[in-house]
Nanobody, 123 residues
Framework: QVQLVESGGGLVQAGGSLRLSCTAS????????MAWFRQALGTERDFVAAISWSSGSTNYTDSVKGRFTISRDNAKNTVYLQMNSLKPEDTAVYYC????????????????WGQGTQVTVSS
């Protein structure tokens, strides 16, 4: 089992920045791809960004390209999401996910999920 704990959410004005963190614990000895998803109130959970174990591959949903950056520090079992130029439509609960397959995690077929952290962007 792998446990994922997100942090770094909060309230920010439009145009501001936040950095989310997700730290994994438990059976972290496998090469997991990691990703961020988000779910706004009353909507389905959507893919935001993913990164492979080696950081050699990344994938972003179109609406965050050029504004968000996903990165990871494998020594710390932590993945980050740097969010710049935030917009009110970025308001959502952000979830961290882990999977042994980069393609699967982009498709939302993740083995493990965190509890989520709220991001609220005011206009």
């Amino acid at each position: 089992q792998v446990q994922l704990v997100e942090s770094g959410g909060g309230l920010v004005q439009a145009g501001g920045s936040l950095r989310l963190s997700c730290t994994a614990s438990g059976r972290t000895n496998r090469n997991y791809a990691m990703a961020w998803f988000r779910q706004a109130l009353g909507t389905e959970r959507d893919f935001v960004a993913a990164i492979s174990w080696s950081s050699g591959s990344t994938n972003y949903t179109d609406s965050v390209k050029g504004r968000f950056t996903i990165s990871r520090d494998n020594a710390k079992n932590t993945v980050y999401l740097q969010m710049n130029s935030l917009k009110p439509e970025d308001t959502a609960v952000y979830y961290c996910a882990a999977s042994t397959s980069f393609d699967w995690i982009v498709a939302g077929l993740s083995s493990y999920w965190g509890q989520g952290t709220q991001v609220t962007v005011s206009s």
